[in-house]
């Protein structure tokens, strides 16, 4: 049992990549904290989780982009669990515009839960997590090659791999590796629901679409004690996608 005892909060946690996330870790023994903005879902998730015999789960209904609610959600964790050791910020928003159709407000709600969130999280798990604590953050690979439409999105995961290169500098004297996950095509409702990959727009060779668990386990690699010397690292997750000419 890899985990057996730490403590990990996994935000964006009630589908997708975080919720399996959060069975991967459960089954090596780590205590879990959902947190997600929909509740219905968490309650979902935590059910999902009991059903595979996982009791040490709690959830925290959060908006990532709250910083008060991430400082409960830090807080219940430890109070729950006696400990930190993990922060997976995995939660994640699109939209789909052509940029002279955006609005400030739009830049806002895209950055202030796919960038901002990361940061709160980032700075209460700086105040509050163990020694030899690990933060990964769930960027993508449109930091780096991106679409129309999705300007906002792709700038929030590119600043995202800044804000990771920042904190694991800032973390190393902490003893917390900092550390972050691009993941390519992943067989999730996000990747579908897509409207640029719906109108080929974005066009996804079936062979190149991951599974959730595919990121999960690069997630728990990154976690782990064989990662111990893997700090401020920014893995690619694609099956190969970005590296096709
Ligand atoms: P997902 O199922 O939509 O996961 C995102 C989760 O974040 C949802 O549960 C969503 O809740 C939650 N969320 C949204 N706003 C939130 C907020 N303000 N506070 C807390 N939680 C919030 O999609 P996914 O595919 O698993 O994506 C997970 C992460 O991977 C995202 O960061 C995404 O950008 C990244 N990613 C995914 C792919 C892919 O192909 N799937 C590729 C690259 C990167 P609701 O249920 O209410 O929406």
Not at 110 to 132: E, I, P
Not at 166 to 190: C, F, H, Q, W, Y
Request: net charge neutral.
């Amino acid at each position: 049992m890899k985990f057996q005892g730490k403590t990990i909060i996994i935000t964006g946690a009630s589908g997708g990549i975080g919720l399996a996330t959060a069975k991967k870790f459960a089954s090596e023994g780590a205590n879990i904290v959902l947190a997600d903005i929909n509740l219905e879902g968490l309650n979902k998730a935590r059910d999902q989780l009991k059903e595979t015999g996982s009791e040490k789960v709690w959830i925290s209904r959060c908006d990532v982009s709250q910083e008060k609610e991430v400082e409960s959600t830090i807080t219940g964790a430890i109070d729950n669990f006696g400990r930190l050791d993990i922060v997976v910020n995995n939660a994640g928003l699109m939209i789909f515009k052509k940029i002279e159709e955006q609005t400030e407000n739009d830049w806002y709600r895209v950055l202030s839960v796919d960038l901002l969130g990361a940061f709160f999280f980032t700075k209460y798990a700086f105040l509050r997590m163990s020694k030899g604590g690990s933060i990964i953050n769930i960027s993508s690979i449109h930091a780096i090659e991106t679409t129309p439409m999705v300007a906002c999105y792709a700038a929030a995961k590119a600043a995202l791999l800044s804000l990771t290169r920042s904190a694991s500098m800032e973390g190393k004297a902490k003893g917390i590796r900092v550390n972050a996950i691009l993941p390519g095509a992943i067989d999730t409702p996000m990747l579908w629901d897509n409207p640029n990959v719906k109108a080929g727009i974005e066009k996804i060779d079936i062979d190149s679409v991951g599974k959730p668990g595919d990121i999960a386990g690069a997630i728990s690699f990154l976690a782990s004690d064989e990662a111990e010397f893997v700090q401020g690292a920014m893995l690619r997750v694609d099956g190969g996608r970005l590296s096709k000419l």
